[in-house]
C-alpha cells in the first residue's frame, strides 16, 4: 500500500472526457446512422455503456451496445496459462456497421488486436473505430485511437488504474509508481 | 488465476473450484458454438490425437469439435485401425505418438487406470475419455453444467442415477463430482449390478428405483451395456425394462419439472420409454450440445495448465 499514486481523473474528470468523446463519435459519424459500441471486458464494456447513454441524451437514440471477452483471442496462452474466460455478448449483425471498439487503457495494443479479431469472426463491419479514456503509450503494434479521454505518458513499470463505484459508474483514474 | 492441472484424469482428483472453473469456460465457450463462424484462435498450433482402443462415437466427435473449434489440429486413431492390432504395448502405441509432439491425448481404453499410466511417462496432457469402469470426466462434467444450467444449481439437488453400476464410469464420475457440490446423490439398480460399497463414495443405495425417483430433481438413466454382459447379470431385457426402466408412470413420483438425463447411446424400450426420451423433461441432446463446450473448457485449460506436484 506504500505505493505512489497520483490521481490523473477524478470522477468528473471522466464524466467530461466521456461526454467530450460522445460528440466526438457523433460528428466524425455524422450521427448514428449503423453505429454499434462494443466494449472490451472488463471495464471498456461499463465504458460503453456510458456512452451509450450519453449518446442516447445527445441524439435521442439508443445504439445497440455488445460486449467482447478477447481472452480465446490473446497470444500470450503458453506464457502466461489458461486465464478465466469472460463472456463474449454481440447481439446484433456487424455487418455493414460503424463499430466502436471502447477501452479503458490503451498500452502495448496487443488487447485491440485480439478484439479486432474478435469482432471479425461476427461479421464484417464497415469500419472499426476505437475509443479509449486512456492512452498510455509503449504500443507495441501499429494500432492507434481515435478517440482518447486523456493521453498519460508512463513508465513501463507504472501501472494505470480505472475505478468503477458499485452499478459500474467509472470514478477515478490513478497511476501507480512502484 | 491460472488452471493448475496438466492433466484431467478423472474427477477424484479436482477440487471443488478446479470443477467449477472448468463448468464457467465451459459457459463461456457454450457461445462460440452457436456462432456462424465457429471458430475461434485459442489453441492455434497445438495438435491433439485422440487415441481410441474402444468404441465412441458420441465422446469422439465431441473431442475432435471441440479441438478444431478451438482452432487445434485434431487427429484420430481407433484401436481398430492402428498398430495395436498387429501386437504393440500400450506404453510403445503412446511413445510413437509423443514422439510426433503432440499437445494433448485424448484417450480412452478398457483398462482402468490407463491414462494415469500414460500421464506418468509422457510429457503431454492427457485427457481421460473413459477408462474400464473407472471414471468419464467429461461425461460428468458435461452432466453438471447440463443441471446447473436447467436448474440454475447442483448444491442440494436430489440425483437418482439408476441402471448398470457396476459396468459404468459414468456413475463413478458423477458420484464424485455431484458431491463434491453438494447434491444427494441416490442409486438404484438390480442386485447384481451394485457393486458393493459403493454407498462409500456418497449415494444412498436402493433396490425399488420407485424409492430412489420419488423426490428428485434430476433422474439419470444408465445404458444397459449389452454388448458387456446382457445375458449374465440380467434374466430378460423385458424384465430389466418393467423393473428398472424409466417409464411416464414411475417419472411422477419425482419434481414436477424433475430433468431426465441419459449419457446415451440409449436403448430404448429397455432402459428408458421412448415417451421419455422424447418427453419435455428430457434434455439428453442439450447434454450432447453441453458435451462440446465442456470439452472446449478441458482442452482449453490443461493447454495453460502447469506440472502440479502429487
Known amino acids: ?178 | 488465476m491460472s488452471f493448475a492441472q496438466k492433466h484431467i484424469l478423472g474427477i477424484d482428483h479436482l477440487s471443488r473450484e478446479e470443477i467449477i472453473q472448468i463448468l464457467d469456460t465451459a459457459d463461456s465457450f457454450k457461445e462460440i458454438n452457436t456462432r456462424a463462424i465457429k471458430k475461434v484462435p485459442t489453441l492455434r498450433g497445438k495438435t491433439i490425437v485422440n487415441l481410441f482402443f474402444e468404441a465412441s462415437t458420441r465422446t469422439r466427435t465431441s473431442f475432435e469439435i471441440a479441438g478444431k473449434r478451438l482452432s487445434a489440429d485434431t487427429i484420430n486413431i481407433s484401436a481398430s485401425s492402428s498398430s495395436v492390432v498387429k501386437g504393440e504395448t500400450l506404453e510403445d502405441t503412446a511413445r510413437n505418438i509423443e514422439a510426433m509432439h503432440p499437445d494433448i491425448i485424448v484417450m480412452r481404453h478398457g483398462a482402468s487406470g490407463a491414462p494415469h499410466y500414460l500421464a506418468d511417462r509422457l510429457d503431454c496432457s492427457i485427457i481421460n475419455a473413459g477408462d474400464g469402469a473407472h471414471e468419464h470426466p467429461s461425461q460428468a462434467l458435461l452432466d453438471a453444467f447440463t443441471i446447473r444450467e436447467k436448474l440454475g444449481r447442483i448444491e442440494g439437488l436430489n440425483v437418482a442415477i439408476i441402471g448398470d453400476l457396476t459396468h459404468s464410469r459414468v456413475v463413478r464420475s458423477n458420484l464424485y463430482l455431484l458431491n463434491k457440490l453438494g447434491a444427494k446423490v441416490r442409486l438404484a439398480g438390480p442386485g447384481t449390478m451394485i457393486p458393493p460399497g459403493i454407498e462409500k463414495l456418497g449415494a444412498t443405495v436402493y433396490h425399488d428405483i420407485n424409492q430412489a425417483i420419488e423426490g428428485a430433481d434430476v433422474v439419470m438413466m444408465l445404458r444397459i451395456q449389452l454388448e458387456r454382459q446382457g445375458k449374465t447379470l440380467l434374466p430378460t431385457l423385458r424384465e430389466y425394462s418393467r423393473f428398472y426402466g424409466l417409464n411416464p408412470n414411475n417419472l411422477k413420483l419425482a419434481q414436477e419439472n424433475a430433468l431426465v438425463m441419459h449419457p446415451g447411446p440409449m436403448n430404448r424400450g429397455v432402459e428408458i420409454s421412448s415417451s421419455v426420451a422424447d418427453g419435455p423433461q428430457n434434455v439428453i441432446l442439450d447434454q450432447v450440445e453441453n458435451g462440446v463446450a465442456v470439452r472446449m473448457a478441458l482442452l482449453y485449460l490443461v493447454s495453460g495448465g502447469e506440472e502440479t506436484e502429487g
Open chain 1, 1 to 178: 500500500m506504500n505505493k505512489d499514486v497520483t490521481v490523473i481523473l477524478n470522477k468528473s474528470g471522466v464524466q467530461r472526457a466521456l461526454t467530450r468523446i460522445s460528440h466526438e463519435i457523433l460528428e466524425r459519424n455524422h450521427g448514428s446512422d449503423n453505429l454499434v459500441l462494443v466494449g472490451i471486458r472488463s471495464g471498456g464494456d461499463f465504458l460503453a455503456a456510458e456512452l451509450q447513454q450519453r449518446i442516447q441524451q445527445i441524439e435521442g437514440v439508443e445504439i445497440p451496445l455488445g460486449a467482447v471477452d478477447i481472452t480465446m483471442y490473446r497470444d500470450d496462452l503458453d506464457s502466461r496459462g489458461s486465464l478465466p474466460l469472460g463472456k463474449t455478448d454481440i447481439p446484433f449483425p456487424l455487418d455493414g456497421q460503424k463499430v466502436v471498439l471502447v477501452d479503458d487503457v490503451l498500452y502495448t495494443g496487443r488487447t485491440i488486436r485480439a478484439a479486432m479479431d474478435a469482432l471479425m469472426d461476427f461479421g464484417r463491419p464497415q469500419a472499426i473505430q476505437l475509443a479509449v479514456l486512456i492512452d498510455r503509450g509503449h504500443r507495441e503494434l501499429p494500432i492507434r485511437a481515435d478517440f482518447v479521454g486523456r493521453n498519460v505518458p508512463t513508465a513501463r513499470e507504472e501501472n494505470v488504474q480505472v475505478e468503477f463505484e458499485p452499478e459500474n459508474v467509472p470514478s477515478a483514474v490513478r497511476l501507480l509508481k512502484p
